[in-house]
């Protein structure tokens, strides 16, 4: 199994980014997006089931982020959009298998790729 992420980045704040997490070696499995920044511990941000039917977000980026995936490719993206300089962490992404429990808990999930730094300039 191997989770990885890719598209991060530095932009100005108001600007956007688009993460990309490919899989391999699994199916059927929620994804999420998950941020961590210098001394604070890592904290949901968003989810997305095996369809892309049903999804989770932060309050912090309801409205600005939105998950998706492409099953054929067995990716999962995030556009991040009207970034703000507090959104500034390491992103990464996560793979849960089976749909049952939060969405939400770290604890919830069994893969974890590497993470992706994005910065967001004020």
């Known amino acids: 199994v191997q989770l990885q992420a890719s598209g991060g980045g530095l932009v100005q704040a108001g600007g956007s980014l688009r993460l990309s997490c490919a899989a391999s070696?699994?199916?059927?499995?929620?994804m999420g997006w998950f941020c961590q920044a210098p001394g604070k511990e890592r904290e949901f941000v968003a989810a997305v089931s095996w369809s892309g039917g049903t999804a989770y977000y932060a309050d912090s980026v309801k409205g600005r982020f939105t998950i998706s995936r492409d099953t054929a490719k067995n990716t999962v993206t995030l556009q991040m959009n009207s970034l703000k300089p507090e959104d500034t962490a390491v992103y990464y992404c996560?793979?849960?298998?089976?749909?049952?429990?939060?969405?939400?808990?770290?604890?919830?999930?069994?893969?974890w790729g590497q993470g992706t730094q994005v910065t967001v300039s004020s």
């Open positions: 070696g699994l199916s059927r499995y929620v």
């Open positions: 996560a793979a849960k298998l089976g749909y049952g429990g939060s969405w939400s808990a770290l604890s919830g999930y069994d893969y």
